[in-house]
């Protein structure tokens, strides 16, 4: 969500500020800014909208100061308004904050009675107050901090610089990622290590209840106890924090391009040459799993859908899907022998990590398939499974969901295997499948141009239903939430056998009607659903294969031809045509396809 970033550095930091804020552009924010302290003075530059409207105001109201904190703010307790956008500043303390403070109404009032007067509608401006007033009490800038700190409930991740203090940070962390960063007499703070890559590849992330002080020659970071805690430094790889388009006009259609190439990276990282699946550590043995429940958001959470009947079909394994935001509220029991699955592609979704914290001495196992090795959700697990994807700038996630499927399948495999629901014969047939996935993937890029053909269509739409059946009802939800997120028309996902429960009711000729069809078993049952639909007058856009298009295709609207692959893959495949339909929408009504309005890519709040 919000983005974090702080410096002690040698040179001007303001523009380093604005450099950082735009490599955590891909979080999504509403407003940006940034403070620094110069010859002792706190001062700061604020901006509503993209951070170009910072730069441009920093070049008509420069900031001098070789120690800064940024923030690009995506709005929550008040409106994205220039008074509402971080740093918040209350007398000499400046503060950034990802997150919300839950308590900060009784802090106010707290404030207010001591005649603390407040200029904002945002709950971050209670912690620069009661840092200010603890100061004004006596306090040292750390020592009023810490006070603070103590005070605070809910989930965040803080920054505080201070008038007069040119060489110290304060940087702390509650259920929000923070890292700090190591260079040469420079220290640095970021929401994560993207934005710190171009100033150093050494990084601390800090843990939970942590909080760090800082100067340009030391670090003391302190335990949810107050104890010195001694934190890994950690060397990140440079080449794994690149943020470039790469020749392309969006970071989406980039990552909808790389697929074929991080798919394989996946296969080369969990399929040895003799086609067995390794997982890190000490694996699963799935011999000894009676359930498992999956837990996720989003796109994330249509992968455990996918995965589900993957797991059903396949290993036999009964599987319960939740999404993260209600799981831990129901309060379900975990029987015995529950093999627990958290997937989350930053690793640091607030309702994914609380659930996990839930499943937590309950469950006999968590597992987590994330895309940062070092995220919480990760460090949290007894396994962690990387997806390999590399950095997915695009809000609306498409090679990390396919990595994620992709991931999970092999999981399949090895539980079908333990569990002796597969034979040696039928391992190795799906592990061929496997390997030939990427060159399939490529074959179905190429269908792009014809996409973009019946986007220009689907532009003038107002609604737009999906269907499918089987292992195609989870895409054709990710299907209508891809349209949804980034063209902003409304889509609705239905099974296909669910069109006559209701929604056909919905039907005209002016609602374009999306049918995920491979010819598969129960291709069938699926036409019959689509010929319901064009006897309305429903505008059926087909997507099937070869074959399912030679049979069914008389009457339709439109029709995309998908490469044969093997059933059991098919959603992984027919997320293209998914992504790619929603991406050639988005470019044709002219939104941000990268940055789609009120979204963020990584949700730290719940």
């Known amino acids: 969500m919000c983005g974090i970033v702080g410096v002690l550095g040698n040179h001007e930091a303001a523009p380093i500020l604005v450099e950082a804020l735009k490599r955590l552009e891909y979080r999504g924010y509403d407003s940006a800014g940034i403070a620094t302290v110069n010859n ?18 920093l070049v008509h109201e420069p900031l001098a100061g070789k120690s800064g904190i940024g923030h690009t703010r995506w709005a929550t307790h008040g409106a994205p308004t220039v008074s509402n956008a971080h740093p918040h500043q209350a007398g000499g303390v400046a503060v950034v904050h990802n997150g919300i403070i839950e308590n900060f109404r009784e802090l106010r009032a707290e404030l207010a009675e001591a005649g603390v007067t407040f200029v904002t509608e945002t709950d971050t401006e209670t912690v620069a107050l009661l840092t200010q007033h603890h100061i004004e009490a006596g306090l040292t800038p750390v020592e009023a901090a810490t006070k603070t700190l103590a005070r605070l409930e809910g989930a965040f991740a803080l920054a505080f610089l201070f008038d007069g203090h040119d060489d110290l940070m304060i940087a702390a962390r509650k259920g929000s990622p923070l890292a700090v960063g190591y260079g040469e007499g420079e220290m640095f703070v970021g929401s ?51 943020i470039d388009k790469g020749g392309y006009k969006h970071f989406m259609a980039k990552e909808i391009a790389e697929q074929p190439g991080v798919i ?39 992968a455990c859908f996918t995965a589900k009947y993957w797991f059903e079909q396949i290993a036999r394994l009964p599987v319960e899907v939740d999404v993260a935001s209600e799981f831990r509220y129901r309060e379900p029991p975990i029987p015995a022998k529950t093999l627990a699955v958290f997937v989350s592609q930053s690793g640091e979704t607030a ?19 994330v895309n940062v090795p070092e995220s919480s959700i990760a460090r949290e697990s007894d396994l962690a499974l990387s997806i390999h994807a590399g950095v997915e700038v695009g809000v609306a996630s498409t090679k990390a969901f396919t990595c994620q499927l992709t991931v999970l399948f092999l999981l399949v495999l090895k ?14 047939k799906h592990i061929a499948d496997l390997r030939t996935l990427p060159g399939i993937i490529n074959t179905a890029l190429a269908q792009s141009g014809k996409m ?63 049918v995920m069809a491979p010819r598969d078993a129960l291709f069938d049952k699926t036409v019959s659903n689509m010929q319901e639909v064009m006897a309305r007058k429903g505008k059926v856009i087909l997507i099937s294969d070869a074959q399912g298009i030679a049979e069914a295709s008389d009457g339709v609207w439109s029709s995309i031809e ?30 941000d396809v990268d940055q789609p309005r009120n979204l963020a890519k990584s949700v730290t709040v719940e």
């Open 562 to 591: 998908m490469p044969s692959v093997a059933e059991a893959l098919t959603p992984i495949l027919y997320a293209l045509p998914a992504q790619l339909l929603a991406y050639h929408t988005a470019v044709a009504k002219g939104t």
């Open 264 to 302: 394989n990276t996946v296969l080369q990282n969990y399929l040895s040459d003799t086609g067995e699946i390794t997982l890190p550590g000490d694996g699963i043995d799935f011999s000894d799993v009676d359930r498992i429940t999956m837990v996720a958001c989003g796109t994330a959470y249509l």
């Open 452 to 514: 973009q053909a019946t986007a220009q269509k689907l532009s003038h739409a107002s609604d737009v239903l999906f269907l499918g059946r089987g292992q195609m009802y989870p895409l054709a939800h990710e299907g209508a939430l891809k349209l949804k997120e980034i063209s902003y028309i409304h889509a609705e996902a239905y099974a296909s056998g669910e069109l006559k429960h209701g929604p056909i009711a919905l039907v005209d000729e002016s609602v374009p009607v999306i």
């Open 351 to 369: 309702d994914t990590l609380a659930a996990l914290r839930y499943c937590d001495g309950k469950a006999d196992m968590i597992a987590s398939v």
């Open 40 to 57: 002792g003075t706190l001062a700061r530059r604020r901006a509503v909208g993209k951070l170009v409207n910072l730069s441009d105001l």
């Open 192 to 242: 994560d290590a993207i934005a710190l890559s171009p100033l150093t590849d050494r990084i601390s992330y800090l843990e939970e209840g942590d909080h760090a002080i800082i100067t340009r020659s030391s670090v003391a970071i302190y335990d949810v106890n107050g104890a010195l805690a001694n934190r890994p430094v950690k060397t990140i790889q440079m080449d794994t924090t690149r």
């Open 415 to 428: 539980a079908a295997r333990d569990r002796g629901k597969l034979t040696d014969a039928d391992l190795e």
